[in-house]
């Protein structure tokens, strides 16, 4: 197993299993940009240090990654805190491999570099903004750019990298970008309202109390809807089996979390018999119609 395979096994439940879908060349791009932006989200959520000090490191970043993706692991150098205090030990691996990332990162493409690099600025600063912030008492559309910023650009930034590697998507571009972000940010308000219990007791509050759990499941699925249609543009537009199926698995998952929210409340979580139906389901055959019938 490489470091790459290693660290996602360690850090993701549900990329891990994506990302291998995808044709070989995007794999390991898309392999190195998740792991980056991984590093961003475990500096947000999970280090034992102060807020300043990680809304300092994120700053940082943001400036001059795109220069320098060097000034990842220079920051996270600098910054003062106990590895052994991160509770998960795969983003302490994280962590330490860093600047092995930024080596890999190094190797691809310089418009795969670009991509990254001014999503994962945009990002990071977009985090630092929201570090610390009680979104409980706020708007919708509060909660709508915490998750754009932390998901929805992640989104934009995969249909970049998807158009690179398929240059006839490009016909597809605008009809792509506008779904992808709806995306990105309907997995990450399914994955809060999941882990509700968990982020209040960490001391995070993204869920604005004026919606209660059905509305927020029914925001989430509107967006699950629109990425509904980004799949099916991808596929129409003849992309590579291997990126239809990565991102209808992503959904299907997804999909399958909703359900189960609505069932059993915060916490639940799909069993790994059903992951292991749902991916045998996307992966298997070769017209797709198994996956789509998943979304």
Known sequence: MSLLEDLLQKTSRTFALSIPLLPEGLQRTVGIAYLLFRIAD?????????????RRTLITIADRVAE????????????????????????????????????????????????????????????AHFLGRDLSD???????????????????????????????????????????????????????????????HAGRRYLPRSLDRPQLIELAQHNLTRAARYVRTLHEGNAHPGIVRFNALNLALANATVEALR???????????????????VVSGDNLTDAFELI
Request: glycine share 8%; proline share 3%; with cysteine.
């Open 42 to 54: 475990t500096i947000e959520d999970e280090l034992p240090c102060s807020i300043e000090d990680r």
């Open 68 to 127: 320098t993706p060097e000034v990842m692991s220079e920051a996270i150098s600098a910054m003062r805190f106990d590895s052994e205090a991160i509770l998960n030990g795969g983003y302490t691996d994280l962590l330490r491999s860093t600047q092995v990332l930024i080596e890999a990162f190094r190797d691809l493409g310089a418009a795969q570099q670009a991509s990254i690099a001014s999503h994962l600025s945009r990002t990071c600063r977009g985090m």
């Open 138 to 200: 706020g708007s919708v559309q509060d909660l709508r750019e915490y998750c754009y910023v932390v998901a929805g650009i992640v989104g934009e930034m995969l249909t970049e990298l998807f158009i690179l590697h398929e240059p006839g998507l490009v016909r597809s571009r605008d009809e792509l970008l506008s779904d992808a972000t709806a995306f990105g940010e309907g997995l990450q308000l399914v994955n809060i309202i999941r882990d509700a219990n968990d982020d209040l």
């Open 263 to 281: 069932e059993y409340g915060p916490g639940a979580r799909i069993r790994r018999e059903e992951v292991e139906n749902i991916l045998n389901q």
